[in-house]
């Protein structure tokens, strides 16, 4: 059985820092890209950042290229997503998710196999 477990989430001032983790049991992450998503109330679903299965490689939003970072811990079957700098507009729920037809490079997918709980994650004065 897949799962994918979120946490790190949480209420952190401006300008501060956060770092979310994804756990992942049932596949492996040399053979699925993972990605992280965020919904905030009101808007639609946005692809925050997303690494690849094979090499590791990553991308990131524009919005927050510089202040984000995806990495992964195969050994720990985890995916990590440092964010730095954080901003009010980050507010949002932010959830990992894969699917066997994504990819980091591929076309947008509307549906995935595989999602986590979501953890929340607040930027406020």
């Known amino acids: 059985q897949v799962q994918l477990v979120e946490s790190g989430g949480g209420l952190v001032q401006p300008g501060g820092s956060l770092r979310l983790s994804c756990t992942v049991s049932?596949?492996?992450?040399?053979?699925?890209?993972i990605g992280w998503f965020r919904q905030a109330p009101g808007r639609e679903r946005e692809g925050v950042s997303c690494i690849d299965a094979s090499d590791g490689s990553t991308l990131h939003a524009d919005s927050v290229k510089g202040r984000f970072t995806i990495s992964r811990d195969n050994a720990k079957n985890t995916i990590y997503l440092q964010m730095d700098d954080l901003k009010p507009e980050d507010t949002a729920i932010y959830y990992c998710?894969?699917?066997?037809?994504?990819?980091?490079?591929?076309?947008?997918?509307?549906?995935?196999?595989?999602w986590g709980q979501g953890t929340q994650v607040t930027v406020s004065s």
């Open positions: 998710a894969t699917d066997k037809y994504y990819y980091c490079t591929g076309p947008k997918l509307t549906n995935f196999d595989y």
């Open positions: 049932g596949l492996s992450l040399d053979v699925y890209d």
